[in-house]
């Protein structure tokens, strides 16, 4: 069966993990915090925080480009390995997290095997 394995990290807490596919939200879609200061020590776990970053204009584009590069390289010649990708941001509490949820649920809606990480999102918020 075909497996997609999905990261989401913080730069602010260490290097991108290895992946096939890494997306760095960083620069071009903006932390909700910085509109909505009462989401800051929120994470992805409050649906206030989702729904800010799935509003975000441009993250529904990013999410349909991953959902179709991962079914490009579920088509290829290597189709025994897993798909990796990892999702980033600064802190790895927000942006990165929503997004590699959702990717993993559209994933798995086709009946993929999905492991998703969330490897800082339950870290300390970063203060800079």
């Known amino acids: 069966m075909a497996s997609v ?58 999410l349909q480009a991953a959902t179709a590069m991962v079914a490009a390289f579920l088509a290829g010649p290597r189709q025994e390995e897993a798909v990796t990708v990892a999702f980033g941001c600064a802190g790895g509490r927000h942006r990165a997290a929503t997004a590699a949820a959702v990717l993993a649920e559209r994933c798995a809606a086709p009946g993929l095997d999905v492991r998703l990480v969330h490897r800082d999102l339950d870290k300390d918020v970063v203060e800079r």
Do not use: K
């Open 5 to 62: 394995e999905i990261t989401s990290f913080g730069y602010l807490h260490g290097a991108a993990p290895e992946a096939r596919l890494t997306i760095d939200l960083r620069h071009h879609f903006h932390d909700p915090h910085d509109h909505r200061p009462e989401l800051r020590y929120m994470s992805a776990h409050d649906q206030a925080v989702r729904d800010a970053v799935l509003g975000t204009d441009g993250i529904e584009e990013v």
